[in-house]
């Protein structure tokens, strides 16, 4: 690095025959653009067009490394950044091999997809996925004056996590190094949740863009304002506290609202297909068997839809009108990024959570349902709160404290917003080797939620509800959860745990002393059987600990 401290992004000097191999780049990935357009492979309108050109228009200022987009669930994304790819190389001297597009997603159909529908001089070599970042970051070492656009920024988005890692193995991981080597981050989520917070602190390094949807377009507040969203409840349920009547009851109760929804909204002519997401493990089975009890077997058709399925696109299913009204039970799909054929829709039934995360409630079922294609008649059973917060966070710039609950939204113990520690803190850093740690000011210490549970069930119970999901979304695989196979861990009437190396039968205080013992500060959790009283085994409890 030269002695002089660059304060903004450094231009990249080109020789004459660079800038004319540069144009014959060019020239090849427009006539792509202009053959992907004219076949309808792409379509791009009025309105992401005008998003790129705010984009296009934010990096003119040389002070600008990082912009963020935020765009509303199947508004366009992907056309924004079509068009502002296209912006980018008609005003802007640079290398088409240097525009990379990546996502946090662990998902070769995002990948499918992106490469689809963007022209093949990028997408051939420049579009990764979160198993790949380690490639990326080798091919972005050492570059100058590239474009880096990232999808789907909330997944996987902590600082200990795979895009940060993969920044600081690039050694592009601090404001000063960005400017030398004029790297352009463009960013783009319906859900930013925390990474908004940690970009603010940028200062006059990043600007932050809300995308108006275009015209037609049918977003998670017009769904509800047509009285086509309901609450999700429970499908399935092994609470101990309810006799097993009285839940059996309910759960019928709560199948029975879908079949009179489903019998009411959609005649014997109009048959739909109907997506139920579930819980995973024999769970499903019992749901299934439910569904069958309520609505029988003779007029209904029942199909199973995860990473087992015969099904490898569900779109090549819901693209035929179905001969019979047919639900779909969904187990680890469909979260965010897939677009969804809506003609044929009739119900998308979310998973119930008793405390929701409202960034995986936008990006599901009803994210899913929304876009300029509705079909006018799908309904949703989602959570509605979520939908409500969205929209006031929207109407405030994504400014005002709506409550909003996601992995990388973090509260004090007074409930107020803190520093969220997610990737764009690489951004107030000053040197790679600070891992994004400010110089301006220390970053507090955060300190983990414990869940106190009576039981091994109730801890399980817990993770199930608030934490499985959670873990799933911001990692992009499945994390286990707590189990019953804990014999070994039973010696001489107590539990062990093992905390700093160290087995041993721990109690409350020992563990408040340092809460976070084990616990990840990026998605992950930790289950520490610990005792009131080391003596007395009565005194037990099962505390599930996490960020």
Same mark, same amino acid.
């Not at 839809?305 to 969904?330: A, C, G, R, V």
């Not at 404290?401 to 996601?406: E, F, T």
């Given at each position: 690095?030269?002695?002089?401290?660059?304060?903004?992004?450094?231009?990249?000097? #080109?020789? @004459? &025959? %660079?800038?004319?191999?540069?144009?014959?780049?060019?020239? /090849? *990935?427009?006539?792509?653009?202009? !053959?992907?357009?004219?076949?309808?492979?792409?379509?791009?309108?009025?309105?992401?067009?005008?998003?790129?050109?705010?984009?296009?228009?934010?990096?003119?200022?040389?002070?600008?490394?990082?912009?963020?987009?935020?765009?509303?669930?199947?508004?366009?994304?992907?056309?924004?950044?079509?068009?502002?790819?296209? #912006?980018? @190389? &008609? %005003?802007?001297?640079?290398?088409?091999?240097?525009?990379? /597009? *990546?996502?946090?997603?662990?998902? !070769?159909?995002?990948?499918?997809?992106?490469?689809?529908?963007?022209?093949?001089?990028?997408?051939?070599?420049?579009?990764?996925?979160?198993?790949?970042?380690?490639?990326?970051?080798?091919?972005?070492?050492?570059?100058?004056?590239?474009?880096?656009?990232?999808?789907?920024?909330?997944?996987?988005?902590?600082?200990?996590?795979?895009?940060?890692?993969?920044?600081?193995?690039?050694?592009?991981?601090?404001?000063?190094?960005?400017?030398?080597?004029?790297?352009?981050?463009?960013?783009?989520?319906?859900?930013?949740?925390?990474?908004?917070?940690?970009?603010?602190?940028?200062?006059?390094?990043?600007?932050?863009?809300?995308?108006?949807?275009?015209?037609?377009?049918?977003?998670?507040?017009?769904?509800?304002?047509?009285?086509?969203?309901?609450?999700?409840?429970?499908?399935?349920?092994?609470?101990?506290?309810?006799?097993?009547?009285?839940?059996?009851?309910?759960?019928?109760?709560?199948?029975?609202?879908?079949?009179?929804?489903?019998?009411?909204?959609?005649?014997?002519?109009?048959?739909?297909?109907?997506?139920?997401?579930?819980?995973?493990?024999?769970?499903?089975?019992?749901?299934?068997?439910?569904?069958?009890?309520?609505?029988?077997?003779?007029?209904?058709?029942?199909?199973?839809?995860?990473?087992?399925?015969?099904?490898?696109?569900?779109?090549?299913?819901?693209?035929?009108?179905?001969?019979?009204?047919?639900?779909?039970?969904?187990?680890?799909?469909?979260?965010?990024?897939?677009?969804?054929?809506?003609?044929?829709?009739?119900?998308?039934?979310?998973?119930?959570?008793?405390?929701?995360?409202?960034?995986?409630?936008?990006?599901?079922?009803?994210?899913?349902?929304?876009?300029?294609?509705?079909?006018?008649?799908?309904?949703?059973?989602?959570?509605?709160?979520?939908?409500?917060?969205?929209?006031?966070?929207?109407?405030?710039?994504?400014?005002?404290?709506?409550?909003?609950?996601?992995?990388?939204?973090?509260?004090?113990?007074?409930?107020?917003?803190?520093?969220?520690?997610?990737?764009?803190?690489?951004?107030?850093?000053?040197?790679?080797?600070?891992?994004?740690?400010?110089?301006?000011?220390?970053?507090?210490?955060?300190?983990?939620?414990?869940?106190?549970?009576?039981?091994?069930?109730?801890?399980?119970?817990?993770?199930?509800?608030?934490?499985?999901?959670?873990?799933?979304?911001?990692?992009?695989?499945?994390?286990?959860?707590?189990?019953?196979?804990?014999?070994?861990?039973?010696?001489?009437?107590?539990?062990?745990?093992?905390?700093?190396?160290?087995?041993?039968?721990?109690?409350?205080?020992?563990?408040?002393?340092?809460?976070?013992?084990?616990?990840?500060?990026?998605?992950?959790?930790?289950?520490?059987?610990?005792?009131?009283?080391?003596?007395?085994?009565?005194?037990?409890?099962?505390?599930?600990?996490?960020?």
């Amino acid at each position: 690095m030269s002695d002089i401290v660059a304060t903004e992004r450094v231009r990249v000097e #080109y020789s @004459l &025959e %660079e800038l004319e191999d540069m144009e014959d780049s060019k020239a /090849i *990935i427009f006539s792509e653009m202009r !053959r992907q357009i004219r076949n309808r492979i792409i379509e791009i309108y009025d309105n992401q067009y005008s998003i790129a050109k705010r984009v296009v228009s934010a990096f003119r200022d040389r002070k600008i490394i990082n912009v963020m987009v935020v765009a509303k669930t199947q508004s366009g994304k992907t056309g924004s950044m079509y068009a502002t790819i296209k #912006y980018f @190389l &008609e %005003e802007e001297n640079i290398p088409v091999e240097n525009i990379y /597009i *990546i996502t946090g997603l662990s998902s !070769r159909e995002w990948k499918k997809q992106t490469k689809e529908r963007l022209p093949n001089s990028i997408s051939q070599d420049n579009v990764f996925h979160r198993n790949e970042l380690a490639e990326f970051a080798d091919k972005i070492k050492g570059k100058k004056n590239i474009l880096i656009i990232m999808d789907e920024i909330q997944i996987a988005s902590t600082d200990k996590q795979t895009i940060f890692k993969s920044f600081q193995r690039a050694e592009q991981s601090s404001k000063l190094t960005l400017y030398e080597n004029d790297v352009k981050i463009l960013e783009y989520s319906a859900t930013p949740n925390g990474t908004i917070y940690d970009l603010e602190r940028w200062g006059d390094a990043s600007a932050k863009i809300l995308a108006d949807p275009g015209a037609g377009y049918v977003g998670s507040f017009d769904l509800y304002n047509q009285k086509r969203v309901r609450d999700c409840e429970e499908l399935y349920t092994n609470d101990k506290s309810d006799t097993k009547k009285e839940s059996e009851k309910r759960i019928n109760d709560n199948i029975g609202k879908i079949k009179w929804d489903l019998e009411d909204n959609y005649p014997d002519t109009d048959q739909r297909y109907h997506l139920i997401r579930t819980r995973s493990g024999p769970a499903q089975a019992i749901i299934i068997a439910n569904f069958k009890k309520i609505f029988g077997v003779k007029d209904y058709v029942y199909i199973n839809y995860d990473q087992t399925s015969e099904i490898k696109d569900i779109n090549n299913t819901l693209e035929n009108k179905p001969e019979k009204h047919t639900f779909i039970f969904i187990k680890e799909m469909l979260r965010c990024a897939k677009t969804l054929s809506p003609k044929y829709i009739g119900i998308c039934y979310e998973r119930y959570t008793g405390e929701p995360d409202d960034s995986v409630i936008i990006q599901g079922f009803i994210g899913r349902l929304t876009g300029y294609k509705d079909n006018g008649v799908s309904i949703c059973y989602t959570n509605i709160k979520s939908i409500l917060k969205y929209e006031a966070y929207w109407n405030s710039n994504f400014e005002e404290d709506v409550g909003w609950k996601s992995m990388t939204t973090k509260r004090d113990r007074n409930g107020l917003l803190k520093e969220a520690n997610t990737f764009n803190k690489m951004g107030i850093s000053t040197d790679d080797s600070d891992e994004g740690s400010t110089t301006d000011e220390p970053v507090p210490r955060i300190e983990p939620t414990i869940e106190k549970c009576d039981s091994l069930e109730d801890a399980i119970k817990y993770y199930n509800a608030n934490l499985k999901d959670k873990l799933r979304e911001e990692t992009g695989r499945n994390v286990r959860g707590p189990h019953k196979n804990k014999e070994k861990d039973f010696i001489d009437g107590f539990y062990h745990s093992t905390v700093r190396n160290i087995r041993k039968v721990w109690s409350f205080d020992e563990i408040l002393r340092d809460p976070r013992c084990g616990a990840n500060q990026g998605a992950g959790y930790v289950l520490r059987p610990c005792y009131k009283d080391t003596s007395d085994p009565k005194t037990l409890q099962w505390w599930v600990i996490h960020y």
